[in-house]
């Protein structure tokens, strides 16, 4: 027992089959099976000789492989051990882009590929790197990557491909640099504090900054011309600690990674000392309490109710200098000013017994009023002039009708009581400003309210309010209000917390255009309270507010010009705060500028059409479209500006002519007229008549190709092509975008604004290169669908693809900078998308003919001959029905040709399907089948590759039925099952014509069988002899069982039978009889099939007296009955043949 393959110590690749093979014998019995180990682990086993094993997938390393044999008594012989390695061979990785030393301007978009290779496996991944950090990576060739953002600097790039063992390799180090000739300063922004009072402590100073074209590398505070300290990162904040009482210009100013700095807008603040803050809430009373709590008093509380009973130990006086009755009566209160009662008047701490929520209330009988105070001391550190006063009116009772005016007139004093001053906007009042309580129960809360006092509250001195309810009209029953929740501030301060407030639209990023509208939202929130309303701000200017979250504002008709905009929120303790600004700039109207580049349609489906133009300025591009010139009501915007426009109209209706215009919002650029139109495709599977104008080769832009052009627009007249095939070489040389203006957009400029075009890659496109990338310029000018928006198998890129007109597939290939292989992506793709088609026709094009001896030779030439010998064979497998290519500037066309893959000495006669002219006047129309398997029925090659030049050559191509050294074009017209093409020379003359037809059954062998009937009954529909063949022993050949419906596959049951029209069994022919009043009706009866003209068939009826002389019958044969395939028939017998009685009946099938 030993392992005899490998050899021990040999070595392989990664991602090849090692295959093992072993030695086993047995003396006294067989060996059972050999079993294989690598390492313990076992592979696999082979149960007779020679033992192999193919070994896939084993990882890079050493490996120790061993055999066990295991002979019919069960016992077991282990191999000696031999090793092996698994070599992985790294990756091979080059930077393709950027070029070496190459200079971009910040921020810069730095395009990155690479070619890298894996020998022995796959390349994963590849990752790019700057200055030793990783930027990004691509996992496909050709591993393209966009490192955007890109800011000043020198920057070593390396790629790294990795394998898919694991091994790796770094490419060569390419050096690029980013400068910034053209630096944007940064902008800066205090956001906090942004401007008024401050109180003295500890600030956090806080600012946006940002820089369009880098970064920004620093941001520093200042107060005046001091430095107060930086910060390197966002957010922006620096704590300024301990600052002192009095007044501070603040300052910004950032600094960006080129050096630029910009200094903010400065922001004044006042920072003043902490102000006083009084509260009462009134329940520390509990629900027995005997007094007011400090600093309060009432008058004429002397009696309770059962809440409680407690005496005012400071009476304000009833009557006199200071009363309850004088202080209404001076302030103008809608009462009498009776004097109050002594006795009768009630002052309550609460109106329920168990309620935790105190209040201090009151309830004036009669024409009584009743007064509450409250003394306050100022015990901050400076005078006070104005002050902030918030409190809530509860109401218990609610009168049978509203005849008193409810609430408390406030007043104050800064004398102690000699001199009262009314808070006429806290007034009782039914309707207006001030405090309206309204004649139910409840609550009403009168927002804190800042007022100027009438002299300064100075330090140490006493200030005390006074709120007095005034019952003028008697009432029944009482009515008792409470004071509750009372706050006093210094105006300005802030009770409790500050809300906070941001602005969440706009951004600064955002555009506008005069006339703008811009709409302002903020979110606002109060962690102890609610937000009674946000404001919203131009600079100083107020522009609006709102009251309910969420909280937003429309700006509307905004002039241009820049706008700096904030929000300030109010909470219910009458603390505001104010968001950080937002700078928005509102754009003039720009208007569209000018057309660089007229518009055409490109990715024609039934249902949608895309539109292209270019303007002089970056604008955001409009489509409006209708179904006539003055209609245009239909609008498709894109989303952002730019300057080469590319917008696709959705929704459309099939085979619909459409006019259009295309610009901005602002203006129109071009159309609204009757030369912008374009009507949509039919729908797929459709039959209309279809005409294609195709161009090969045609970018000169000399008269050369305006002739060619000029000779079609003459000869098709007002008949515009339904679509336009370029077959590359569309813009020589280089098909730089200069280049495709000038050759293609300034010569068919006309067509394109109504009929698109469509085209494949020619080496001049890519200025000879062969890498498969989507960089060269053919693809900015060119929208191809690649995701099967057109019809077709989606293939994922506009390198080749597939769309559909009618019931014609088009097919474009990449001859160029695909891969040609048989076993290549494209290849791939275009065998699953000639399988899944069902149109009529098929019709194929690409740069690179497969068949030329014009001025390209494809006998020597790479591309062309990879094309006929890789991808022939699958074009004509799936049923193409024309090719056509460019390339070599003739016109050059074949016979109806298939098989025909080797250089042009191998052509036989039997690779031509038809070797006529093609023509309806001469030999004949190249006929298809209709039905059927279309696989190797035979194409068409043509090169149509003068539309711009011709350039000679040997024209002796034996493929080709015809070779022509002269400029032109050709044209396709599809109609139905008929295909004309037209070679149209510069003159105007048509130097060839030829036809193809699609008619019939596909019948392979020619045997009269269909190769739809063979398939399905297990035939040979490549050989002709089993036409006359009796498959099952029958009797009857399976042509005779095709013609007359009978299983070709088992013996027949015999006549055939029909009931009620349907055929209830297929069979053979038999014979009516039907009496009738003049006698009995004979008639021969048979199936035929119902298809027989398509299939090929033709079926006579023929009649004998002795079954030696037959005569064909004349007479229309009555279709009784049919099942879909088969029909069957009826022919009346005739009464006498030559004087005598016809008795015998036959039916002879002929194939066509």
Same mark, same amino acid.
């Given at each position: 027992?030993?392992?005899?393959?490998?050899?021990?110590?040999?070595?392989?690749g990664l991602n090849t089959t090692i295959n093992i093979t072993a030695g086993?014998?047995?003396?006294?019995?067989?060996?059972?099976?050999?079993?294989?180990?690598?390492?313990?682990?076992?592979?696999?086993?082979?149960?007779?000789?020679?033992?192999?094993?193919?070994?896939?997938?084993?990882?890079?390393?050493?490996?120790?492989?061993?055999?066990?044999?295991?002979?019919?008594?069960?016992?077991?012989?282990?191999?000696?051990?031999?090793?092996?390695?698994?070599?992985?061979?790294?990756?091979?990785?080059?930077?393709?882009?950027?070029?070496?030393?190459?200079?971009?301007?910040?921020?810069?978009?730095?395009?990155? @590929? =690479? +070619? *890298?290779?894996?020998? #022995?496996? !796959?390349?994963? %991944?590849? /990752?790019?790197?700057?200055?030793? $950090?990783?930027? &990004?990576?691509?996992?496909?060739?050709?591993?393209?990557?966009?490192?955007?953002?890109?800011?000043?600097?020198?920057?070593?790039?390396?790629?790294?491909?990795?394998?898919?063992?694991?091994?790796?390799?770094?490419?060569?180090?390419?050096?690029?640099?980013?400068?910034?000739?053209?630096?944007?300063?940064?902008?800066?922004?205090?956001?906090?504090?942004?401007?008024?009072?401050?109180?003295?402590?500890?600030?956090?100073? @806080? =600012? +946006? *900054?940002?820089?369009? #074209?880098? !970064?920004?590398? %620093?941001? /520093?505070?200042?107060?005046?011309? $001091?430095?107060? &300290?930086?910060?390197?990162?966002?957010?922006?904040?620096?704590?300024?600690?301990?600052?002192?009482?009095?007044?501070?210009?603040?300052?910004?100013?950032?600094?960006?990674?080129?050096?630029?700095?910009?200094?903010?807008?400065?922001?004044?603040?006042?920072?003043?000392?902490?102000?006083?803050?009084?509260?009462?809430?009134?329940?520390?009373?509990?629900?027995?309490?005997?007094?007011?709590?400090?600093?309060?008093?009432?008058?004429?509380?002397?009696?309770?109710?059962?809440?409680?009973?407690?005496?005012?130990?400071?009476?304000?006086?009833? $009557?006199?200098?200071?009363?309850?009755?004088?202080?209404?009566?001076?302030?103008?209160?809608?009462?009498?000013?009776?004097?109050?009662?002594?006795?009768?008047?009630?002052?309550?701490?609460?109106?329920?017994?168990?309620?935790?929520?105190?209040?201090?209330?009151?309830?004036?009988?009669?024409?009584?009023?009743?007064?509450?105070?409250?003394?306050?001391?100022?015990?901050?550190?400076?005078?006070?002039?104005?002050?902030?006063?918030?409190?809530?009116?509860?109401?218990?009772?609610?009168?049978?009708?509203?005849?008193?005016?409810?609430?408390?007139?406030?007043?104050?004093?800064?004398?102690?009581?000699?001199?009262?001053?009314?808070?006429?906007?806290?007034?009782?009042?039914?309707?207006?400003?001030?405090?309206?309580?309204?004649?139910?129960?409840?609550?009403?809360?009168?927002?804190?309210?800042?007022?100027?006092?009438?002299?300064?509250?100075?330090?140490?001195?006493?200030?005390?309010?006074?709120?007095?309810?005034?019952?003028?009209?008697?009432?029944?029953?009482?009515?008792?209000?409470?004071?509750?929740?009372?706050?006093?501030?210094?105006?300005?301060?802030?009770?409790?917390?500050?809300?906070?407030?941001?602005?969440?639209?706009?951004?600064?990023?955002?555009?506008?255009?005069?006339?703008?509208?811009?709409?302002?939202?903020?979110?606002?929130?109060?962690?102890?309270?609610?937000?009674?309303?946000?404001?919203?701000?131009?600079?100083?200017?107020?522009?609006?507010?709102?009251?309910?979250?969420?909280?937003?504002?429309?700006?509307?008709?905004?002039?241009?010009?820049?706008?700096?905009?904030?929000?300030?929120?109010?909470?219910?303790?009458?603390?505001?705060?104010?968001?950080?600004?937002?700078?928005?700039?509102?754009?003039?109207?720009?208007?569209?500028?000018?057309?660089?580049?007229?518009?055409?349609?490109?990715?024609?489906?039934?249902?949608?059409?895309?539109?292209?133009?270019?303007?002089?300025?970056?604008?955001?591009?409009?489509?409006?479209?209708?179904?006539?010139?003055?209609?245009?009501?239909?609008?498709?915007?894109?989303?952002?500006?730019?300057?080469?426009?590319?917008?696709?109209?959705?929704?459309?209706?099939?085979?619909?002519?459409?006019?259009?215009?295309?610009?901005?919002?602002?203006?129109?650029?071009?159309?609204?007229?009757?030369?912008?139109?374009?009507?949509?495709?039919?729908?797929?599977?459709?039959?209309?008549?279809?005409?294609?104008?195709?161009?090969?080769?045609?970018?000169?832009?000399?008269?050369?190709?305006?002739?060619?052009?000029?000779?079609?627009?003459?000869?098709?007249?007002?008949?515009?092509?339904?679509?336009?095939?370029?077959?590359?070489?569309?813009?020589?040389?280089?098909?730089?975008?200069?280049?495709?203006?000038?050759?293609?957009?300034?010569?068919?400029?006309?067509?394109?604004?109504?009929?698109?075009?469509?085209?494949?890659?020619?080496?001049?496109?890519?200025?000879?290169?062969?890498?498969?990338?989507?960089?060269?310029?053919?693809?900015?000018?060119?929208?191809?669908?690649?995701?099967?928006?057109?019809?077709?198998?989606?293939?994922?890129?506009?390198?080749?693809?597939?769309?559909?007109?009618?019931?014609?597939?088009?097919?474009?290939l990449d001859s160029m900078t695909a891969s040609r292989a048989a076993n290549?992506?494209?290849?791939?793709?275009?065998?699953n998308d000639l399988a899944s088609t069902t149109r009529t026709w098929i019709?194929?094009?690409?740069?690179?003919?497969?068949?030329?001896?014009?001025?390209?030779?494809?006998?020597?030439?790479?591309?062309?001959?990879?094309?006929?010998?890789?991808?022939?064979?699958?074009?004509?497998?799936?049923?193409?029905?024309?090719?056509?290519?460019?390339?070599?500037?003739?016109?050059?066309?074949?016979?109806?040709?298939?098989?025909?893959?080797?250089?042009?000495?191998?052509?036989?006669?039997?690779?031509?399907?038809?070797?006529?002219?093609?023509?309806?006047?001469?030999?004949?129309?190249?006929?298809?089948?209709?039905?059927?398997?279309?696989?190797?029925?035979?194409?068409?090659?043509?090169?149509?590759?003068?539309?711009?030049?011709?350039?000679?050559?040997?024209?002796?191509?034996?493929?080709?039925?015809?070779?022509?050294?002269?400029?032109?074009?050709?044209?396709?017209?599809?109609?139905?099952?008929?295909?004309?093409?037209?070679?149209?020379?510069?003159?105007?003359?048509?130097?060839?014509?030829?036809?193809?037809?699609?008619?019939?059954?596909?019948?392979?062998?020619?045997?009269?069988?269909?190769?739809?009937?063979?398939?399905?009954?297990?035939?040979?529909?490549?050989?002709?002899?089993?036409?006359?063949?009796?498959?099952?022993?029958?009797?009857?050949?399976?042509?005779?069982?095709?013609?007359?419906?009978?299983?070709?596959?088992?013996?027949?049951?015999?006549?055939?039978?029909?009931?009620?029209?349907?055929?209830?069994?297929?069979?053979?022919?038999?014979?009516?009889?039907?009496?009738?009043?003049?006698?009995?009706?004979?008639?021969?009866?048979?199936?035929?099939?119902?298809?027989?003209?398509?299939?090929?068939?033709?079926?006579?009826?023929?009649?004998?007296?002795?079954?030696?002389?037959?005569?064909?019958?004349?007479?229309?044969?009555?279709?009784?009955?049919?099942?879909?395939?088969?029909?069957?028939?009826?022919?009346?017998?005739?009464?006498?043949?030559?004087?005598?009685?016809?008795?015998?009946?036959?039916?002879?099938?002929?194939?066509?």
């Amino acid at each position: 027992m030993a392992i005899t393959a490998p050899a021990d110590g040999a070595g392989v690749g990664l991602n090849t089959t090692i295959n093992i093979t072993a030695g086993a014998v047995d003396t006294d019995g067989t060996v059972t099976k050999v079993e294989f180990f690598d390492a313990g682990t076992k592979l696999g086993e082979d149960t007779s000789a020679p033992y192999t094993f193919a070994w896939n997938g084993a990882t890079s390393g050493n490996h120790a492989l061993s055999a066990v044999a295991t002979d019919n008594a069960g016992r077991s012989t282990l191999s000696s051990l031999i090793t092996i390695s698994v070599n992985n061979t790294p990756p091979t990785v080059a930077l393709t882009e950027p070029d070496p030393g190459e200079i971009f301007d910040a921020l810069a978009s730095i395009y990155m @590929t =690479a +070619d *890298a290779s894996d020998s #022995d496996g !796959t390349v994963a %991944k590849v /990752e790019y790197y700057a200055n030793g $950090t990783k930027v &990004g990576e691509a996992t496909s060739a050709p591993y393209a990557f966009f490192w955007n953002n890109v800011v000043t600097g020198n920057y070593n790039l390396t790629a790294k491909a990795i394998d898919d063992g694991g091994a790796f390799t770094v490419s060569a180090v390419l050096s690029v640099s980013v400068t910034n000739t053209d630096n944007v300063a940064p902008t800066a922004a205090i956001t906090s504090p942004t401007g008024g009072v401050v109180y003295a402590g500890n600030i956090t100073l @806080t =600012a +946006d *900054a940002t820089d369009t #074209d880098g !970064t920004v590398s %620093k941001l /520093e505070f200042f107060n005046g011309a $001091t430095k107060l &300290g930086e910060t390197t990162t966002a957010p922006y904040s620096l704590l300024w600690s301990s600052v002192a009482v009095g007044s501070y210009t603040l300052t910004a100013k950032s600094t960006d990674n080129d050096g630029a700095v910009t200094t903010s807008a400065a922001v004044s603040i006042n920072v003043q000392a902490a102000p006083l803050t009084f509260s009462e809430n009134f329940d520390s009373m509990g629900t027995s309490g005997t007094s007011p709590p400090s600093g309060w008093s009432m008058k004429n509380a002397n009696s309770g109710t059962t809440n409680a009973t407690w005496t005012d130990s400071i009476p304000i006086p009833g $009557t006199g200098t200071n009363s309850v009755a004088a202080m209404v009566a001076a302030a103008g209160a809608l009462t009498a000013n009776n004097a109050p009662s002594a006795t009768n008047n009630n002052g309550y701490n609460a109106q329920g017994a168990s309620s935790s929520d105190r209040v201090l209330a009151t309830s004036p009988t009669s024409v009584a009023g009743v007064a509450l105070q409250w003394q306050v001391t100022n015990t901050g550190s400076a005078t006070v002039t104005a002050v902030r006063i918030g409190y809530d009116t509860r109401r218990y009772t609610a009168a049978t009708a509203a005849n008193e005016l409810p609430g408390y007139w406030l007043f104050y004093s800064l004398d102690n009581g000699t001199t009262w001053t009314n808070v006429t906007a806290l007034n009782p009042t039914l309707t207006g400003t001030g405090v309206q309580v309204p004649n139910t129960t409840g609550v009403t809360t009168v927002a804190p309210t800042d007022f100027t006092l009438s002299s300064g509250w100075s330090v140490g001195s006493t200030l005390l309010l006074r709120w007095v309810d005034d019952n003028a009209v008697a009432t029944s029953p009482d009515q008792i209000v409470g004071l509750d929740n009372v706050t006093l501030t210094a105006a300005g301060a802030q009770i409790g917390a500050a809300p906070t407030v941001a602005i969440t639209a706009p951004s600064a990023s955002d555009a506008f255009t005069a006339p703008a509208t811009v709409n302002i939202t903020a979110s606002a929130s109060d962690s102890d309270g609610t937000i009674t309303k946000v404001e919203f701000y131009n600079g100083a200017t107020k522009l609006g507010e709102s009251t309910t979250a969420p909280f937003s504002y429309a700006w509307t008709s905004v002039a241009s010009g820049s706008y700096s905009l904030t929000a300030r929120a109010t909470d219910n303790d009458g603390n505001t705060t104010i968001s950080s600004a937002v700078t928005v700039t509102v754009n003039s109207a720009p208007g569209s500028g000018t057309l660089t580049r007229a518009a055409y349609l490109q990715q024609a489906g039934p249902n949608t059409m895309t539109m292209r133009w270019r303007s002089s300025q970056s604008i955001v591009g409009r489509v409006k479209y209708g179904a006539s010139v003055t209609t245009l009501t239909n609008t498709v915007d894109e989303s952002a500006a730019v300057t080469d426009h590319e917008v696709t109209l959705t929704g459309l209706s099939p085979n619909t002519t459409y006019f259009y215009s295309v610009g901005s919002a602002y203006d129109t650029l071009a159309g609204g007229d009757t030369a912008h139109t374009f009507t949509t495709p039919p729908v797929a599977g459709s039959t209309p008549n279809t005409r294609i104008w195709v161009l090969g080769d045609a970018g000169t832009g000399t008269s050369s190709q305006t002739s060619v052009r000029d000779a079609f627009y003459t000869w098709t007249g007002s008949r515009d092509p339904n679509l336009v095939l370029e077959l590359g070489d569309n813009a020589y040389n280089s098909g730089l975008d200069s280049e495709f203006q000038t050759k293609v957009f300034d010569i068919y400029g006309s067509l394109m604004k109504r009929v698109p075009f469509w085209s494949c890659l020619g080496n001049h496109e890519t200025n000879q290169a062969t890498s498969y990338v989507d960089t060269y310029p053919y693809f900015s000018v060119y929208t191809l669908p690649k995701n099967g928006e057109c019809g077709g198998v989606p293939s994922g890129t506009e390198h080749y693809n597939s769309f559909d007109y009618g019931n014609v597939h088009f097919i474009n290939l990449d001859s160029m900078t695909a891969s040609r292989a048989a076993n290549g992506a494209m290849a791939t793709w275009l065998t699953n998308d000639l399988a899944s088609t069902t149109r009529t026709w098929i019709i194929c094009f690409f740069h690179h003919p497969p068949y030329t001896k014009g001025s390209h030779n494809s006998d020597t030439e790479t591309e062309l001959m990879e094309m006929r010998a890789n991808i022939l064979p699958i074009l004509e497998n799936g049923g193409v029905d024309l090719v056509l290519s460019g390339h070599s500037h003739c016109y050059e066309r074949s016979y109806l040709l298939d098989g025909h893959y080797g250089l042009s000495t191998t052509l036989t006669a039997a690779m031509k399907k038809n070797a006529g002219d093609g023509r309806t006047t001469g030999t004949g129309a190249y006929i298809k089948p209709l039905t059927g398997p279309r696989d190797h029925f035979g194409s068409v090659y043509a090169v149509t590759g003068s539309a711009g030049q011709t350039s000679g050559g040997s024209l002796n191509h034996p493929a080709h039925y015809i070779s022509l050294s002269n400029l032109g074009s050709m044209v396709l017209d599809v109609n139905g099952n008929r295909l004309d093409a037209t070679f149209l020379r510069e003159t105007g003359a048509t130097n060839d014509t030829f036809t193809l037809i699609k008619q019939g059954a596909a019948d392979s062998d020619g045997d009269g069988l269909t190769d739809e009937y063979e398939i399905a009954n297990g035939l040979n529909r490549k050989s002709s002899s089993d036409a006359n063949l009796d498959s099952d022993s029958d009797g009857i050949s399976n042509l005779v069982e095709f013609a007359f419906g009978t299983n070709p596959r088992s013996s027949d049951p015999g006549k055939l039978a029909v009931s009620g029209g349907a055929i209830t069994q297929r069979g053979q022919p038999d014979i009516s009889i039907t009496p009738t009043d003049a006698g009995v009706d004979f008639r021969a009866a048979f199936c035929r099939r119902k298809d027989q003209s398509t299939a090929g068939l033709t079926y006579t009826v023929q009649f004998s007296t002795d079954l030696t002389t037959w005569q064909s019958s004349s007479v229309t044969p009555t279709v009784i009955a049919d099942d879909g395939t088969y029909e069957v028939v009826t022919v009346k017998y005739p009464f006498f043949i030559n004087g005598q009685k016809a008795r015998f009946f036959r039916v002879s099938i002929t194939p066509n």
